[in-house]
C-alpha cells in the first residue's frame, strides 16, 4: 500500500497514512515519485494561509519520478507515447478547460476557473494526488513530460523555475536591461538566471539572509544587497546610485512582503515595469502614492499569477540544454532532501528560511 504524507487540517502536523492503490480510468497512469519539491506555498498550505484547499491535503505539487503503470494510451506535446519506466514530470496544473471566458477571451489560462493543481486544490479525497507519497495518480488529461536532465537538476529549478519564467516574460525583460530582483528565495534566484537568459546587462538583488544571497550572487547578481541592515530610503539610494540616478528598468517583486511592492514601484525608473510574483498568499494591505508611485513616473505595474504549460514546458527544455542548464547544476548542491516520515523537519526548515530549498526524496535515502 503507498504511503502519503497528509496535512490531515489547517494547523495540525504532517502524518504519514497508508493508503489504497488507485484505480485507473482510461488513459492515466501511476507515477512512482522520485522526488517532489518542499516549498513556500506547502508552509502556507500547513498553517491553512491559502483558500479554496480541501482538506485533508497531500502537498507537493512539482514533483519527478517514473511512470510504473499507465492503462491506454498516453502522448507528450510532440505526439511520442510515453512507456512505463520512463521518467516523467508533470504540469501540476489540471483542467484548464480552454472553453470558458478566461481561456478564449482574456487568454489568461493561469485564471481559469475550472482549474485544479495537484498538492494544492486537489485533496486526498481526489485520489493521490500530491507528490509527498510513494506514488501519485496522473489522471486522464494531465501533461507529462519526458525529463531527459537529471531530477536533481530539474528540482533545483522545481516550481519556481516556471514561476520566475513567467515573471521574466511579463517583465519584458530586454538585451541590456538593468533587473532588480526583490527577494532571494527560490522564486527570486530563479529571476535572476532568467533574467539574464533573456539579456538582462546585470541583474541586482535585494534580499536576505546572507546565505541566499550568497546563492544569487552564484546566480549571477552582480551585486547584492542585505535588506535588514538598510531601510527603503538607503536601498533606493543603492539602486539609484547604480543606475545613474533612475532605478532599475525592470524590478521583479518575490518577497512574499505587502510593502515591497511600493518599494518596487519605487526602485524602478520612470516607464519602468514592475511584475509582482511574490504575493501569492494574502499577506494583508499596503499604501503606496498613486501621484508619485505610479502615475507620474509612467509605471506599468503586472501581476504574474501561477504559470502555464510554455513555461512549464520551456523550463523543462532549459535545464534538460547540457549548456543552459549550468546554473541549475551549480544550484543542486543547495537542495536538501528528507525522508518522507521527516516531512515536518522539512516544513520548519523551509519555514524558518534555514535551507535554499527542501525536497521530499522517496526511496533515495538509505537509512
Ligand atoms: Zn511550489
Ligand atoms: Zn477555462
Redesign the pocket.
Known amino acids: 500500500m503507498p504511503r502519503v504524507a497528509v496535512i490531515p487540517e489547517p494547523g495540525v502536523p504532517v502524518e504519514i497514512r497508508e493508503v489504497a492503490e488507485p484505480r485507473l480510468e482510461e488513459n492515466s497512469a501511476v507515477l512512482d515519485v522520485e522526488f517532489s ?1 518542499v ?4 508552509v502556507y498550505l500547513q498553517q491553512g494561509r491559502l483558500q479554496g484547499v480541501p482538506y485533508p491535503l497531500v502537498p507537493g ?2 514533483s519527478v519520478g517514473r511512470l510504473s503503470k499507465i492503462r491506454g494510451r498516453l502522448f507528450d506535446v510532440e505526439g511520442r507515447e510515453f512507456r512505463e519506466g520512463e521518467r516523467v514530470t508533470f504540469l501540476d496544473v489540471h483542467r484548464t478547460c480552454h472553453a470558458c471566458w478566461y481561456c478564449l477571451v482574456a487568454r489568461a489560462t493561469t485564471r481559469c476557473p475550472q482549474r485544479k493543481v495537484y498538492g494544492i486544490t486537489y485533496g486526498l479525497d481526489d485520489g493521490l494526488c500530491g507528490g509527498w507519497a510513494d506514488q501519485i495518480y496522473l489522471k486522464p488529461g494531465t501533461r507529462c513530460i519526458r525529463l531527459d536532465a537529471q531530477p536533481e537538476t530539474f528540482m533545483a529549478g ?3 523555475l516556471p ?1 520566475a519564467l513567467h515573471a521574466v516574460e511579463r517583465g519584458d525583460v530586454a538585451i541590456g536591461d538593468t533587473v532588480l530582483v526583490l527577494g532571494s528565495g527560490p522564486v527570486g534566484i530563479n529571476a535572476i538566471m532568467l533574467s539574464l537568459m533573456r539579456g538582462a546587462l546585470r541583474v541586482f538583488c535585494v534580499g536576505a539572509p546572507d546565505h541566499r544571497l550568497a546563492v544569487a550572487a552564484e546566480a549571477g547578481a552582480c551585486e547584492v544587497l542585505n535588506f535588514e541592515n538598510h531601510n527603503d530610503d538607503e536601498r533606493l539610494e543603492w539602486i539609484r546610485a547604480r543606475t545613474n540616478g533612475r532605478g532599475a528598468d525592470v524590478t521583479i517583486e518575490a518577497t512574499g512582503v505587502p510593502a515591497a511592492v511600493r518599494q518596487a514601484m519605487r526602485f524602478t525608473r520612470d516607464a519602468g515595469r514592475v511584475v509582482v510574483v511574490g504575493q501569492y498568499t494574502d499577506h494583508g494591505e499596503t499604501s503606496f502614492n498613486p501621484h508619485l508611485d505610479l502615475n507620474q513616473k509612467h509605471l506599468d505595474v503586472r501581476g504574474c499569477w501561477g504559470s502555464d504549460f510554455s513555461h512549464f514546458y520551456r523550463g523543462v527544455q532549459i535545464v534538460s540544454d547540457p549548456l543552459k542548464s549550468q546554473p541549475w547544476v551549480q544550484l543542486q548542491n543547495r537542495l536538501k532532501p528528507y525522508d518522507l516520515n521527516d516531512a515536518n523537519a522539512a516544513l520548519a526548515d523551509v519555514s524558518a528560511g534555514n535551507i535554499f530549498k527542501a525536497l521530499i526524496s522517496i526511496g533515495q535515502i538509505q537509512a
Not at 516549498?39 to 506547502?42: K, L
Open positions: 519539491e516549498c513556500g506555498t506547502d505539487h512539482v522545481g516550481c519556481a514561476t
